[in-house]
């Protein structure tokens, strides 16, 4: 079990796709020495704490970030919580490290809604991103956000390789990020 928690662990280092500051500003390490360093560790979407913990214990050393996936359009299930989960932010938070949420839409359930860029960019997923960014107002503290990542995704083959499939571009990919962090911080700035 050991070997597979490892075999199946994603250490991040501070290649992050977006930092949600309270302010949108990015944060700083404080010296110029500092490295945040974390993991995902598990083998479910969700956050698993007490691999976290034997993970830190193995390697000895503590993660200053904690990752893990959500996705905004599976319902909620043992592999899935699409909102934003002020418990596990919270647990995260009092064990030290700084969230990393993995988040995307849905893809690989043939939705096309969700894979198809066009539809977030056109406000059809507005109403999630506002209660996330609201949620996230309320929570009041900085993490770390993965949009949409993995973009030579195979374990999505039945609808091409995510998000370059159902006439998705670069160019319209671009847009949808524009679209989710203006949408979100903008519902943010409106709760705090």
Excluded at 33 to 42: H, L, R, T
Excluded at 84 to 90: E, K, T, V
Excluded at 147 to 176: D, H, K, R
């Amino acid at each position: 079990m050991l070997r597979r928690t490892f075999a199946l662990s994603l250490v991040v280092v501070l290649v992050c796709s977006m930092f949600f500051a309270l302010d949108g500003q990015p944060v700083n390490a404080q010296t110029s020495n500092q490295i945040y360093w974390g993991a995902w560790v598990g083998d479910s979407h969700i956050g698993n704490y007490t691999l976290l913990t034997s993970f830190e214990e193995t390697v000895g050393k503590g993660v200053s970030i904690w990752n893990w996936i959500q996705l905004w359009t599976r319902s909620d299930d043992s592999e899935n919580v699409a909102e934003f989960d002020i418990a596990l932010m919270n647990q995260c938070r009092q064990h030290g490290a700084i969230p990393m949420v993995s988040w995307s839409p849905f893809s690989t359930d043939g939705n096309s809604m969700f894979s198809n860029l066009q539809d977030i960019v056109s406000g059809k997923c507005d109403a999630y991103l506002t209660a996330w960014g609201q949620a996230s107002a309320t929570w009041g503290h900085p993490y770390f956000v993965r949009l949409m990542w993995e973009f030579t995704g195979s374990w999505c083959a039945s609808n091409g390789i995510y998000p370059w499939s159902n006439g998705n571009t670069p160019a319209l990919f671009v847009q949808a990020w524009q679209h989710v962090v203006n949408t979100v911080r903008a519902d943010r700035k409106s709760v705090v």
